[in-house]
């Protein structure tokens, strides 16, 4: 059980135990034996067997669970709050608003992000009846909400994340969707709740009614409207867009609704649920040959669907509320990291047929085990409790209402070391970082490194790459090494999108993923990418054009 440098830095600061001086008092093999016993005491008598296929799994870095889960689960002064992603009601009232805020400062204090949908909330202007004023309306609100986000402390490492999501028939969806174009909002990703009815109309070019409480506050050019939101993305990176009618057509327990994600966007839930997450780490899981390991990645995905199932009932929850609706449904959401270090490992490409098949080979077949493994422990267990109101009834027994979900892995993954995060490609092969202490040098990834050393490329080769930040183009660099070797820029839009499908496949949450464009692409580029994820089935998108937020890091030291 060790980490490298980097990951132990990340554990240091992010998870290790620490005493009232804040110095650590843990190593990560200990943290590791204080996750597993914690789960593993909700098993009955097999509990010391679970206890080490937990910690074996989870020490060798196979499987690594998300913050939350590090960060609190086990230690004596933390709650044992597990779930990274939080969905909360908010309704048309100010109390409701104000009761939202305090669950959700509950929330972010055990260490989660929240994700809301405002549709319910009245628009700027409208009449407020008890005192006959005008509703300051959502975006007044967000700026709320955001403000307080500053106040709390998510688990005492991070601010509070959210995701707004508002509904396009909103009647303040326009200033919605500029809501984020001045900077502010920083602490909230904002989405457009797209319908089925909007994307006919927008095909249709018909005007869009923009409806509260079933009046028409006016009307506006569906076209125009798809315009705003695009520009809005070129310019700042936000709204991004989620087909809301899909998350509930694959609803598991169609009674809930379901109109709203986590702040990164992966995980669907209704309001009051929570989700804890996990990654299968892709990079252990290819022999040397460049084959999968299929047998260690079944045998990890099952240890590793018992293990988060177990933490819903070891967990200690923020509020009643949360605890009712998340054993309800048992969701859980396990993923993967590494999946572009798996690839390289196979010498396939990320932007070819053949990698998307092996990324839909290894997804597909972690969803198998995972969906055969919440079969097992609902003979063993039983079934989640609202089975018999969801769409399993009465044929298919399960434990768990939803099992997969590939998320962001932004603070495991560094720990773990993959380079690429989730199922993200890399985002270059080399780059050269900006410190005030150690003035400008290179970082290159050492998987390109050591593909690099085998074919004798030689310094000033790599000298050029790392200017260049990408090994794309550059003479001296095998051309088998540029077709494998391609960071998030290098890859073009619509192969971004396509892995996304490819993977959203065999995932019934969704799946956190950036389509990455380059600083010239118009607005009209990030228009076909949005038509292209809806005809593909994509539960939702979100594009980054690289340099269109402040604070991006600089791929290149020529294109600063
Ligand atoms: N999250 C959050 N605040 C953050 C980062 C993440 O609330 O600063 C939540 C959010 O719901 C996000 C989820 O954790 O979608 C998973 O994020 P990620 O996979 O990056 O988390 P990690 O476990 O790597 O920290």
Redesign the pocket.
């Known amino acids: 059980m060790r980490l490298s440098d980097n990951g132990q830095k990340v554990f240091e600061a992010r998870y290790a135990q620490k005493n009232e001086n804040g110095e650590i008092i843990e190593t990560f093999e200990q943290a590791v034996f204080r996750l597993s016993r914690t789960a593993a005491s909700v098993e009955d008598e097999e509990n010391k067997v679970w206890e080490e296929k937990f910690s074996s799994v989870i020490g060798d870095l196979l499987f690594i669970p998300?913050?939350p889960i590090w960060a609190n689960i086990g230690k004596p002064d933390r709650p044992w709050q597990p779930g990274?992603?939080f969905v909360l009601a908010v309704e048309d009232s100010l109390d409701s608003m104000y009761q939202t805020l305090k669950e959700t400062a509950a929330v972010f204090k055990s260490g989660?992000?929240v994700g809301y949908n405002f549709s319910t909330i009245r628009p700027k202007g409208a009449l407020v009846q008890s005192t006959k004023g005008k509703a300051s309306g959502v975006v007044e609100l967000i700026k709320l909400y955001d403000a307080s986000s500053n106040m709390v402390m998510?688990g005492g490492v991070?601010r509070g994340?959210s995701m707004g999501i508002l509904n396009v028939d909103h009647p303040e969806i326009i200033d919605f969707i500029k809501a984020k174009m001045d900077g502010s909002l920083t602490n909230f990703n904002i989405s457009v709740g797209i319908t089925d009815a909007f994307m006919e109309a927008l095909e249709n070019g018909e005007e869009w009614p923009l409806v509260f409480n079933g009046d028409t506050y006016e009307s506006v050019s569906a076209i125009e409207l798809w315009q705003l939101i695009s520009n809005a993305a070129h310019a700042c990176g936000d709204p991004g867009i989620i087909f809301i009618d899909r998350l509930q057509q694959y609803n598991p327990v169609p009674g809930n609704p379901l109109d709203c994600t986590?702040?990164?966007g992966?995980q669907p839930l209704s309001p009051g649920e929570s989700c804890l997450?996990g990654s299968i780490n892709l990079a252990k899981m290819i022999n040397p040959d460049g084959q999968a390991n299929f047998d260690l990645l079944a045998s990890t995905v099952g240890t590793a669907i018992r293990f988060l199932d177990n933490l819903i009932d070891a967990a200690q929850y923020p509020l009643p509320l949360i605890e009712e609706s998340t054993k309800a449904t048992r969701k859980v959401g396990l993923g993967l990291t590494g999946l572009h270090d798996a690839l390289i490992m196979a010498g396939l490409a990320y932007d070819s047929a053949e990698g998307r098949e092996f990324a839909g080979q290894l997804t597909q077949y972690i969803q198998q085990q995972a969906h055969e493994t919440s079969r097992e422990l609902a003979k063993e267990k039983g079934c989640f409790p609202a089975w018999e109101e969801s769409i399993f009834y009465p044929d298919d027994t399960r434990r768990n209402a939803a099992c997969i979900t590939i998320?962001?892995?932004?603070?495991?993954?560094a720990m773990a070391g993959c380079e690429g995060y989730g199922m993200e490609p890399i985002f270059a092969v080399a780059y050269t970082k900006n410190t005030n202490v150690a003035g400008d040098f290179e970082v290159f990834s050492p998987l390109f490194l050591d593909e690099c050393k085998k074919h004798g490329v030689t310094e000033e080769v790599l000298a050029e790459v790392a200017r260049q930040g990408t090994c794309q183009n550059v003479s001296g660099i095998p051309e088998d090494v540029a077709r494998i070797f391609k960071g998030a820029q290098d890859i073009d839009n619509t192969d971004h999108i396509l892995m996304q499908a490819e993977v959203q496949k065999y995932v019934e949450n969704a799946v956190?993923k950036t389509i990455n464009l380059p600083s010239t692409a118009t607005p009209e580029v990030i228009e076909e990418c949005y038509l292209m994820a809806y005809r593909l089935g994509l539960k939702g998108i979100t594009v980054f054009r690289d340099g269109c937020k402040k604070g991006t890091v600089t791929v290149g030291k020529d294109k600063k």
């Not at 998320?407 to 993954?413: K, Q, W």
């Open positions: 998300s913050t990274a992603c989660g992000g998510q991070r994340a986590n702040p990164c992966e997450l998320a962001p892995t932004g603070s495991v993954t956190s």
